[in-house]
Each structure stands twice: as structure tokens, then as C-alpha cells.
């Protein structure tokens, strides 16, 4: 067989046959099963007649429900090789090319936003969640010799007594074990932020309260230099910290080092209040004034006349 004979073969059984005579002139047949499918009154007019394959036929009708816009009835109808009658196939509502669809469905761990949730809210996290890794989970074991040990002696010799109080471990057993360092160090939670959870939250909380943001371009200094920053702990400590301004943008907010706004401690110097002035009428102090005697002692009227 020639390659020229196998592509010719090909495209003669990838083509779609045209629609067979009899189950393209089955419109009455298709109309009633699209009628008694739905409500009535919602069939409307026959658009559209598709050939499926050999003696397979699917009618279009349009759809005049009002909830569904652009929808389509289709159906299918066949018939047997040989055969002179046409049969019901299968029924359905489609959506046409301009037809009014549902989005699609996303899961709800993706459709989640920050502040979505609300009072009595859960919002479980998956075990292999990339935010998260393991932290300390193992039990504390102490070697057989140790300290830890002598004041749980007695317990081990009455087994079946019911305790009611449980010696108090000693200083050394409160503040050198390993469990009390890894609950300082706060290692003690099933699950700690791994190193893409910290990043994660830290370019959330530049992007809100960075350097690039407008309040910080405009701000006369940034926060590594205020005094209501208050600075975290850990690796973030170098970066982040906490505004305790009530008056700012981001009180209580994370805020970078680079943040900054008009409220810094040291933006402005406020001035002092200018002294108050003397007062115009003083009542405590006697005023002089000249009487007409010294007056004219000095040249009266008299002599200014004659002058």
C-alpha cells in the first residue's frame, strides 16, 4: 500500500459524513422529544441540524428560558443500516457560543482570601502544606543515671497506688532539659514555619507595609529609627517589626525596617509656646501724674501767650 493511498484513506474516515437524509428530515420527532424533555413553552425555533456520524444526526432547537441564555436543546437521532425508521437517541441542554456559563469551579483552598474567615471559622492546613515543616516532637527520655530520674524512684514500686500529686521536678529537670530549651526556644509545636513560609509572609507584609509604598517614598524617615517600633524575634527580627503607633497607617501592623510614615518619633520637633505678652493696663503700679502747680512752675499759660 502506497503512502499516498493511506493518506487518502485517512482524511475519508477523519471527514464527517453528511447528515443522512431521513434523520435530518426527523425535525417533528426531535421538536416532541425536546418538548416533553423540558417545560413547555421553552422550545423554540430549529437552528441547526449536525451530522454525527453515519446515520447519526443531532438537531439544535433554541432555548427561551429566560435563565438560560444562549442554551441550546440538542437531539440526537439515528437510524439503522437498512432501516427506514428513525429513532430517538438522546436529549440534552447545551450551552451555545454565546451562552451565559457558571465559572469555573475552583477548589476552596484556592478561592480563599485573607479575611474571609470569621468568628468559629476552621481553617485545617494539609500535611504536606510547603508553609509548614516538623518541629520538636520527640519524647523526652533522660539517661537512667540522670537527676531527673531520683525523684520519680518511688512512683516505679507502687503501680497500682492512685496519685494524687506528682513530685515537682527540681530546678536542673525544669531548666536543662531538653524538652524545657525547646519549648524556650518555641520548638515544642508539632509544626514550625518553614523557610518558604517565612518568605511568604515576608514579601506579604513589604508589599503592604514596604519601601516601594507611597506612605514610605513620602515619609521623612523609616521605622528602623522610630521609637514605637517594636521589633520581633527570630530571623524576622532583622527586617520586621511591629508599629505601636496609634496615629500611623500600620499600627499593629508587621511593618519593614524600610516603612516609614509621617508619624516617626523623630519627624518634627514641636516648637515651644511663645511667652505670653505684658499685659497693656498694669492695676498694682501707681502712675504720676503732674499737677497744675509744677505746671506752672515750668511756664504757664500766661508766658506762653506773651511768648
Known amino acids: 500500500m502506497s503512502a499516498a493511498t493511506t493518506r487518502g484513506r485517512t482524511a475519508r474516515t477523519a471527514r464527517t459524513p453528511a447528515p443522512d437524509r431521513l434523520c435530518a428530515e426527523a425535525v417533528d ?34 432555548c427561551k ?42 477548589p476552596w483552598s484556592e478561592r480563599l482570601r485573607p479575611g474571609d474567615m470569621g468568628p468559629g471559622d476552621l481553617l485545617p492546613t494539609e500535611a504536606d502544606d510547603l508553609r509548614l515543616e516538623p518541629g520538636y516532637t520527640g519524647a523526652e527520655e533522660p539517661p537512667p543515671n540522670a537527676p531527673a530520674t531520683d525523684g520519680l524512684a518511688d512512683l516505679v514500686d507502687v503501680e497500682d497506688a492512685e496519685l494524687t500529686t506528682r513530685p515537682e521536678p527540681s530546678a536542673a529537670t525544669a531548666r536543662g532539659s531538653i524538652a524545657a530549651v525547646a519549648q524556650e526556644l518555641g520548638m515544642r509545636r508539632a509544626r514550625v514555619l518553614s523557610r518558604y513560609g517565612l518568605h511568604s509572609a515576608a514579601d506579604r507584609w513589604e508589599e503592604e507595609f514596604g519601601p516601594k509604598t507611597p506612605m514610605a517614598q513620602a515619609a521623612p524617615a523609616s521605622c528602623v529609627s522610630c521609637a514605637f517600633l517594636v521589633p520581633l524575634t527570630g530571623s524576622l527580627r532583622q527586617a520586621f517589626g511591629v508599629c505601636a503607633n496609634e496615629f500611623g497607617p500600620a499600627d499593629g501592623h508587621v511593618v519593614s525596617l524600610s516603612y516609614g510614615c509621617g508619624g516617626h518619633s523623630e519627624a518634627a520637633v514641636m516648637p515651644k509656646p511663645p511667652a505670653a505678652a505684658a499685659h497693656a493696663l498694669d ?6 501724674y503732674p499737677l497744675h502747680g509744677e505746671a506752672s512752675a515750668s511756664g504757664g499759660p500766661e508766658d506762653q501767650d506773651h511768648a
Not at 33 to 57: K, T
Not at 283 to 288: F, G, L, N, Q, S
Request: proline share 5%; no cysteine.
Open 29 to 62: 420527532l426531535a421538536r416532541a422529544a425536546a418538548e416533553e424533555a423540558a417545560a413547555p413553552g421553552v422550545v423554540g425555533e430549529h437552528v441547526a441540524v449536525v451530522s454525527e456520524g453515519d446515520r447519526v444526526v443531532t438537531h439544535y432547537f433554541e
Open 65 to 106: 428560558d429566560p435563565g438560560y441564555r444562549g442554551w441550546r436543546w440538542a437531539v440526537t437521532v439515528a437510524r439503522a443500516s437498512r432501516a427506514k425508521n428513525v429513532t430517538l437517541d438522546e436529549t440534552v441542554l447545551l450551552p451555545g457560543s454565546d451562552a451565559l456559563l457558571a465559572p469555573e469551579w475552583v
Open 283 to 288: 492695676t498694682v503700679r501707681v502712675d504720676e
